[in-house]
């Protein structure tokens, strides 16, 4: 996926929700919430620029690009039950989410960085690859090596993880598990899926 790099205050602002959770974007956001401009103005949205929107939040949400976008929508509908569900439920399985919603890191971009430079095993199994879809039963833990440990130490003092129904985490021993398939009340994003399906739909 090609990694946005660009003002993440801007897409909270242009998006009205904190999609980045980084310290700077928050604040930035927090002191203006207005959308990007000189002179931001209410506009009327159309029903086009109503689901871009949305669609534009899942994939900087989740840190997708078009492409996998389009690659989870298409498995989602060959899927059975309702599409937008599948769709985000997905998004919700990905390592990248699921170490953030763990509590090993503060933000998605972080989790990602982690795991790209080979900080997680899933399994016993080294992987480095932020997509990789989890299963339950599946174990994610951080690599046995003291300065892993005591960076991510530092981060979960600082960010105490909130307690999920789906997913444990072991702090003392840097461990997560999958214990059962997230549900529709696990997804983590206040997004309208159907509208994003219909979108990627035309």
């Known amino acids: 996926m090609a990694r946005?790099?660009?003002?993440?205050?801007?897409?909270?602002?242009?998006?009205?929700?904190?999609?980045?959770e980084g310290s700077g974007a928050s604040r930035a956001y927090e002191r203006r919430d207005a959308p990007p401009g000189m002179h931001p103005r209410p506009r009327r949205t159309s029903n086009y620029g109503t689901a871009?929107?949305?669609?534009?939040?899942?994939?900087?949400?989740?840190?997708?690009?078009?492409?996998?976008?389009?690659?989870?929508f298409d498995k989602a509908s060959a899927a059975k039950g309702n599409t937008a569900e599948n769709l985000l439920l997905m998004c919700e399985r990905r390592l990248d989410n699921v170490v953030r919603r763990a509590g090993f890191?503060?933000?998605?971009?972080q989790a990602?960085?982690?795991?790209?430079?080979?900080?997680?095993?899933?399994?016993?199994?080294?992987?480095?690859k932020p997509g990789f879809i989890l299963r339950a039963?599946?174990?994610?833990?951080?690599?046995?090596?003291?300065?892993?440990k005591n960076l991510y130490r530092g981060v979960i003092a600082n960010n105490p993880p909130q307690p999920l129904d789906w997913l444990s985490f072991d702090s003392e021993n840097f461990k997560a598990t999958v214990l059962s398939v997230?549900?529709?009340?696990?997804?983590?994003l206040p997004v309208d899926g159907n509208i994003v399906v219909e979108f990627l739909s035309r």
Do not use: C, W
């Open 52 to 72: 871009l929107a949305e669609k534009q939040k899942i994939k900087h949400y989740y840190g997708l690009g078009e492409r996998q976008l389009r690659i989870y």
């Open 182 to 188: 997230p549900t529709e009340n696990d997804i983590s």
């Open 4 to 20: 946005y790099t660009g003002p993440k205050a801007r897409i909270n602002r242009r998006l009205s929700m904190l999609v980045y």
């Open 137 to 148: 039963g599946d174990e994610i833990e951080l690599r046995d090596r003291e300065n892993l």
């Open 112 to 128: 990602r960085q982690g795991i790209v430079h080979g900080h997680f095993r899933v399994n016993g199994v080294k992987v480095n």
């Open 105 to 109: 890191t503060k933000t998605r971009p």
